[in-house]
């Protein structure tokens, strides 16, 4: 037989052995040099050595093998680097992990088992885990999820194994270049009530009891994550041991819970690049003890010192506590009878974060009331909280000494806490029983007041009215210009399907008044503008505003459903939108989460068309002149529509743009030719557009936007980007839903078009809209954009308004300029 041929069969079965071996398993047989990598089965994680930020140091670690963004979320010799290449990682003969340095002939890092391993698995969690026995039949003797460094990944423990004595928790890595164990620590604190504690060194920072994260609807659930990446916080609190861990609805999705080198503890998901949903401390009350005892911090009480005592206590210093320094915290007040039988009692703090539960007591199976009287019989109970509802039993925490880190939860999470009663003695008891009964009736005489008030001025408003018709009122006569067949409301009608203009039925405000929703007896819903008498819009835009929209009909503009006149008061009527205004969604971390790349685009396209409506094919041609995103409303299937034709201006004939001394609009959307020089036109529209449509792309505003690398406003920092090449970084990072990048880009260019200095240069809003409908249609390069230039960093942050040309909410100004 040929010898090579012989040789290459015998060595043909090996070959395919090795072909065949698994990639996420190390045996004793194995190693792994500096270059090579172990890789879970479903190709999730890697762990290899790498070197972190600028350092030159190799570190054995794992991270997310698919995410092109390194992220490393565990570290095994993270105190003790590597110089050059030359480290292994491998199983010696005890069955330990070991990891050796060649170059000095030292072990740097090494687990600690006494039982005979056989082999090391890297699973798809993160794990990596080392088996006894074959096939890991003799159990897990080892895991790096036992011990954790600065990343808590789905599915792992953090607290305390009561049986071995094992705490799982956090550290911060010492900095981005040094994976080391730094001074911030994540802890799950194993009391009767556990709760999670972030610390620097030994002292608290931050605090969540673990009630908060059980009992649905709650402020950690809320905050952490959208529901469609965030699943749920389960707590194990048993003799064998007490953790915490997370999951989440989608396995695919790539989250994580890290403290970073900084003190702040963050989730984070990949939606192609690390997008953060959480962190804390996120303000001065979220920080622990920022009262000091028997403190009480709440943002909600509108003053500008956020703290108070609780019910019964006063400030220990109060030139410290005039100082707005809290830390000495609260003392009791003097007390005039003994707390202990002596008619002492309760007084409620409302919606309240629990106190520290390191000392408290947790009762189980009280209803609220004997959960009450456990706190009373006992002199030294200071405070009590129950989770009972109705008559349901439930937990029952009582306290015995400080009152520490106790704050309000916000007022957009009204469930977020539980109900704390404070003990007081009987003379503040009944000064806190006085303080509500007068509160009571004080709100009892408001509200007699104000419907005596309101039956008055129906009455008044009725006999108006009866006298405006006898005068013949008619739109067609008020206005003198047009005549416009349009529906006319009664002001009884609309006072009365709007509680007489509550707030309660307000449903938006805008620069030039409130805009409330009434329900018609047909079953249609209605939008109500009631313009403020204070207002800058006067008879001559409110006529405007009936002529233009009444005679334009089209499905991306709102329509006009009737107006009122009746003495100074003017009312426009419109088809109600359930979803309000675009900016509402763009600017609203929480909404834009709705806004899919392919909602996005419909919607530009959608105002695009509106727009084109306006300039080309309506009977007049309209200039809008205050196009900007509070002014496109949204239907029940988030279509665009465009409303607010108060300053628009319409034109005949081939005229298509005119000269004013009288500057209208909104700053950040004004063209520059229109807000320096009085000049307006179809172009000055699509300028308006263009800042539309990078909002959109980005979720930022234009006036308001601030970066931390220069001062430009949004589309500065848009032109920037794109001629760095980098315009991808423009996108918001929450648009959800799969896209294609370049047809994103294509969409900034669009807008960089539309926002060019030079009206010239600016598209006109057919090419527009066949540009954004057609990906086969070339575009040009886009010049620089108008108003860019570089801003003082006080322009960046909101002003006075006497300091300030623009309103801070954006609501439309009037300016004369001097030509």
């Known amino acids: 037989m040929n010898p090579e041929k012989w040789v290459f069969n015998l060595l043909l079965p090996f070959l395919f052995f090795k072909f065949c071996t698994s990639i996420d398993t190390l045996t004793p047989a194995q190693s792994i040099k500096d270059g090579n990598v172990l890789v879970s089965s479903g190709e999730t994680f890697a762990l290899g050595f790498f070197s972190p930020g600028n350092s030159s140091r190799r570190y054995v670690g794992i991270w997310y093998n698919k995410i092109p963004e390194q992220t490393v979320i565990w570290v095994a010799n993270r105190d003790s680097g590597i110089n050059g290449t030359s480290g292994v990682l491998s199983l010696n003969r005890d069955g330990n992990l070991v990891i050796y340095d060649n170059t000095r002939n030292r072990i740097v890092w090494q687990t600690n088992v006494s039982a005979v391993s056989y082999s090391a698995r890297l699973l798809d969690s993160g794990n990596l885990v080392l088996f006894q026995g074959d096939s890991g039949s003799g159990g897990v003797v080892w895991q790096n999820f036992d011990y954790p460094t600065n990343n808590l990944l789905p599915n792992m423990k953090l607290g305390l194994d009561r049986r071995t004595g094992l705490e799982r928790f956090l550290t911060s890595w010492k900095s981005r270049d040094d994976p080391g164990t730094g001074e911030y620590s994540l802890r799950f604190e194993p009391n009767e009530l556990p709760q999670w504690i972030l610390f620097k060194g030994s002292t608290r920072i931050w605090r969540i009891p673990a009630s908060a994260w059980l009992k649905p609807p709650k402020i950690a659930k809320a905050e952490i994550m959208a529901s469609s990446f965030f699943y749920g916080t389960q707590v194990i609190n048993n003799r064998d041991e007490v953790y915490t861990s997370y999951t989440l609805g989608n396995a695919s999705n790539r989250s994580t819970v890290f403290v970073d080198e900084l003190g702040s503890l963050k989730l984070v998901t990949w939606v192609g690049r690390w997008v953060e949903f959480f962190s804390v401390p996120r303000d001065q009350c979220a920080a622990y003890g920022r009262c000091g005892a028997y403190g009480y911090c709440d943002f909600n009480i509108g003053q500008d010192f956020e703290c108070t005592c609780l019910p019964g206590y006063e400030p220990r210093s109060a030139e410290e506590w005039y100082m707005r320094d809290a830390s000495s915290g609260c003392i009791k007040k003097p007390e005039e009878l003994s707390m202990c039988g002596n008619g002492e009692g309760f007084v409620k703090v409302a919606n309240a974060q629990i106190p520290d539960t390191s000392r408290a007591r947790l009762l189980m199976s009280l209803s609220m009331h004997e959960c009450k009287d456990e706190c009373l019989r006992n002199c030294s109970c200071l405070a009590y909280a129950s989770e009972a509802e109705g008559g349901e ?53 408001v509200v007699t007041s104000v419907v005596l008030t309101s039956v008055l001025f129906i009455i008044l408003v009725c006999w108006l009215v009866m006298k405006k018709r006898r005068r013949g009122i008619d739109i067609q006569d008020s206005t003198n210009e047009e005549n416009v067949e349009l529906p006319i409301f009664d002001m009884v009608t609309l006072a009365g399907a709007t509680n007489n203009f509550s707030d309660t039925n307000k ?11 009434r329900h018609l007896s047909t079953g249609k819903d209605i939008a109500v503008k009631r313009l403020s008498r204070d207002s800058k819009q006067g008879l001559k835009e409110f006529k405007n505003e009936v002529i233009l929209i009444a005679k334009l009909q089209h499905r991306n503009l709102v329509r006009l459903v009737g107006c009122c006149i009746l003495g100074e008061e003017r009312m426009l009527v419109y088809e109600y939108m359930p979803n309000g205004s675009l900016d509402s969604f763009i600017f609203d971390i929480t909404q834009s989460k709705l806004l899919t790349w392919s909602r996005r685009l419909d919607i530009i396209i959608g105002i695009a068309r509106g727009i084109l409506y306006l300039h080309q094919d309506s009977r007049l041609r309209v200039i809008h002149r ?5 002014n496109v409303l949204l239907d029940s299937e988030m279509n665009p529509k465009i409303s607010d034709f108060g300053l628009a201006r319409a034109f005949g004939g081939d005229q298509s ?40 792309m980005s979720g930022k505003r234009n006036r308001k936007f601030h970066h931390a690398d220069h001062d430009l406003n949004l589309l500065g920092h848009a032109w920037k980007l794109w001629i760095d090449e980098k315009a991808f970084e423009l996108i918001d990072p929450v648009m959800g839903g799969s896209f294609s990048m370049s047809k994103a880009l294509r969409c900034i260019q669009i807008g960089l078009l539309c926002v060019q200095k030079c009206p010239k240069d600016r598209p006109t809003m057919a090419s527009v809209v066949l540009m954004l409908v057609s990906d086969t249609v070339a575009l040009s390069m886009p010049k620089q954009p108008g108003f860019y230039i570089e801003r003082s960093s006080e322009e960046t942050h909101e002003l006075p308004l006497a300091q300030s040309c623009p309103s801070i909410n954006e609501v439309t100004m009037t300016q004369i300029e001097a030509r």
């Open 657 to 696: 743009s005119a000269e004013t001394k009288r500057v209208v609009g909104t700053y950040g959307y004004m063209a520059p030719e229109y807000a320096i020089d009085g000049l307006f036109s179809t172009k000055s529209d699509i300028f308006s557009f263009g800042v539309i449509v990078l909002e959109i």
């Open 507 to 517: 449903i938006g405000q805008g620069g030039f008044g409130s805009v409330y929703k």
């Open 626 to 630: 205050d196009l900007k995103a509070s």
């Open 393 to 445: 039993r439930a937990n029952c925490i009582t306290w015995y000494e400080n009152l520490m880190d106790v704050k309000r939860y916000m007022r957009r999470f009204p469930d977020g806490g539980l109900d704390l009663y404070v003990r007081v003695d009987a003379v503040e008891l009944a000064q806190s029983m006085k303080s509500r009964r007068l509160k009571k009736k004080t709100v009892a005489i």
